[in-house]
């Protein structure tokens, strides 16, 4: 059998074995506004896939459905071959599956660093409490902030608390990582930091959803390139391809846009 295409997969063909996340005829609406028009897009395992497009295509959204901080309209989102709950126990499983990267650190201030790592795996997996602290440690070394375990969030730098974040996503050990978003409240000098952790992330097989305005790291780190506009993916290839030779009109405008600086 080939391997799969990367283009877009139509509902009929079923998804690969090596499927993750599968969105199918995916809707969702806020109010009269259609954020997401009949999204299909399949994840595959160890895929890392950047989402971009002007400011308003969906893309959060998207990101977000995908662990239902948003609900959809109607179509289906299935991880790991489960349809995605509604609410409940089964639910608060899925999330703990899927790690989740904000522009907005959302770490707990009145909690160290550590505690913050170790919050997750100690009162959703009820880990054993000496291995999910010498863990945390272990990743909040991988990050480059292991000399931080022990101070609060206000005392971090932007770029540092967001690579709290991150390591407290992977305490969970989850099965694909969405970012959304994950540099845009830093500033300037402290943005690679984050997306070095972010390319190492993805050089080791983790499967990631980035949604993001960093061109440099979609074309460096993506496998797959995804450009949505008015709540549709207009495109997706291989980051060559897009950047190189994208095929919409839709696409090359906006490259245009953001590539002339």
Do not use: W
């Not at 993506?222 to 450009?227: D, E, T």
């Not at 949505?228 to 290839?237: L, N, P, Q, S, T």
């Amino acid at each position: 059998m080939s391997d799969a295409p990367l283009t877009k997969d139509s509902a009929a063909n079923p998804p690969p074995a090596d499927a993750l996340v599968v969105l199918d005829s995916v809707n969702k609406h806020f109010g009269a506004l259609h954020v997401l028009r009949d999204i299909n897009l399949t994840i595959t395992r160890g895929e890392v896939v950047v989402v971009i497009g002007p400011s308003g295509s969906g893309k959060s959204t998207l990101c977000r459905a995908i662990n239902r901080l948003e609900t959809i309209d109607s179509g289906t989102i299935t991880i790991d071959g489960a349809p995605l709950p509604a609410e409940g126990r089964e639910l608060a499983r899925l999330r703990s599956d899927v790690g989740m990267v904000f522009q907005s650190f959302n770490l707990f201030a009145h909690k160290t660093v550590l505690q913050n790592v170790t919050l997750g795996p100690l009162k959703v997996r009820r880990q054993n409490k000496a291995e999910v602290e010498a863990r945390a440690r272990t990743l909040l070394d991988r990050v480059g902030v292991g000399n931080q375990a022990d101070k609060y969030p206000a005392q971090l730098s932007g770029g540092q608390q967001q690579r709290v974040a991150i390591a407290r996503a992977l305490a969970m050990e989850p099965k694909v990582m969405l970012f959304d978003e994950p540099t845009s409240a830093l500033d300037p000098e402290m943005i690679n930091e984050v997306l070095e952790v972010m390319r190492q992330l993805a050089r080791e097989g983790m499967t990631m959803v980035v949604v993001t305005h960093e061109m440099g790291f979609a074309r460096s780190a993506a496998n797959r390139v995804v450009f949505m506009a008015d709540g549709r993916i207009v495109e997706e290839a291989e980051p060559h391809q897009f950047f190189d030779n994208p095929r919409s009109d839709r696409a090359k405008d906006f490259l245009s846009k953001i590539l002339q600086h």
